[in-house]
């Protein structure tokens, strides 16, 4: 089963779970959900009645713990720890995956040094393994561990929820793609407009040049074939000529 697929399946369980309890039953099944191995989105959770509900009662704390799990990092829970539940082994695990994620969207040359200082890692070798055991043999990034340059280069990463706003965001990026596209397009099909003229200028010249060639090689044709029908004396009649005006 890929990941996608997985996801899904595990979206549409906790969903339905998100739906049926409430109060602390509700808590129990965030919790859940925060610290399943691999489940790596959220967004559906959080848009529940159910779970919206949560909002402004004793367990808001696990509202805003979900929503650290949807859009937040390791730093970003260091400096809230206070006021959200306490993380078992697990989320941490969980939370510092995300965190890879969130840093893999804005760049794809990761250095180990803001890598090391975002998930608290002390050591390259510990930061490493952390790569290759708990991201890359998830499936939630590919890329290559560089040691020289002590970086990890980022060839894919698994995409996060979206951030509030975020969405708007994307619209303006993306409509600016487009526009950029639209005007490389415009500019390719000039390119080959003029291209094209050219060529058409080329074989316009090329036969022009050709049918040049070709009156230059008649009219030296017809030149020798006048030199040679053209009466020329022997020496013989040269001798008989000198006679006749001497008689």
Known sequence: MDIEQKQEELIEHFVNQASTFQGSSLATVIIAATSHPSLFAFSEILSVPNVIELQGTEHSIYLDLLRMFAHGTWS????SASILPPF???QVLKLKQLTVLT????????????????????????LEDFLINECMYVGIVRGKLDQFRRCFQVQFA?????????????IHTLSNWLSTSDNLLISIQEKIKWADTMSDLDKKHKKEADERMEEVKKALSLKKLQTVSRP???????RRCSLNLVE
């Open 158 to 170: 698994a995409g996060r929820d979206l951030r509030p706003g975020q969405l708007g965001s994307m």
């Open 88 to 90: 078992a082994p697990d």
């Open 232 to 238: 020329t004396l022997t020496s013989e009649g040269t």
């Open 103 to 126: 840093l893999a969207e804005t760049n794809k040359v990761l250095p180990y040094d803001v890598l090391m200082q975002e998930l608290d890692v002390v050591n390259v070798r510990e």
């Open 76 to 79: 970003e829970y260091k400096s």
